[in-house]
């Protein structure tokens, strides 16, 4: 009860929550998958990995670290500045529920991966995130578009993109509070 009442006065008072990032709470489990040339999509100051390339909004809108923006772009509303099959690894932590068409959202960050490259995905089951959010006091992040957010959700999504296959490398259903942790191995027709 203390913590919520001290994020309540925090918040009326104005004054920044520092919180761990995502990231944060899962490396150890997504590291072993972050091998080569790689990015981060969104990832508000705390890349996977420093040699990631950071790809965000120029100043992001989270504020976990001091990791630098490599490559400014408002990923939701434009097309990522990268070209097709360049990374061996697409890294992103809690923005893809943060699309109103997560098909699209997965298709943005499969087209810069190369085939046979492997996508991570943290993100909310979102039932679960709102019963932490209720639990601790901490206000519901108003991004997020999709009720039904979660493993099967996610899954299904991917099911629906055109011209690929996949392999689930690493799959954890909220062991980590509410969050959920994929990575798949794309395989991309014609690109092997």
Do not use: W
Request: contains cysteine.
């Amino acid at each position: 009860m203390l913590p919520k009442l001290i994020t309540k006065i925090k918040r009326k008072l104005g004054i920044p929550l520092n919180y761990p990032s995502e990231t944060s709470k899962v490396r150890s489990l997504v590291l072993p998958y972050c091998e080569g040339y790689g990015c981060d999509i969104g990832f508000g100051g705390d890349k996977i990995k420093k040699e990631a390339i950071g790809i965000d909004f120029a100043t992001p809108y989270a504020h976990t670290g001091k990791d630098k923006v490599d490559i400014a772009c408002d990923v939701i509303n434009n097309t990522i500045p990268v070209n097709e099959n360049t990374y061996d690894y697409v890294y992103s932590s809690h923005l893809i529920e943060d699309f109103t068409n997560t098909k699209q959202g997965l298709e943005k960050f499969i087209r810069i991966l190369k085939s046979k490259g492997i996508l991570i995905l943290v993100f909310p089951d979102q039932g679960k995130y709102e019963a932490h959010c209720k639990r601790t006091g901490q206000l519901l992040n108003a991004y997020h578009k999709h009720a039904e957010m979660g493993l099967q959700y996610m899954l299904a999504q991917v099911d629906k993109i055109e011209e690929i296959t996949y392999e689930v490398m690493y799959q954890s259903d909220c062991e980590i509070d509410y969050n959920v942790i994929l990575a798949l191995k794309i395989y991309k027709y014609g690109k092997d």
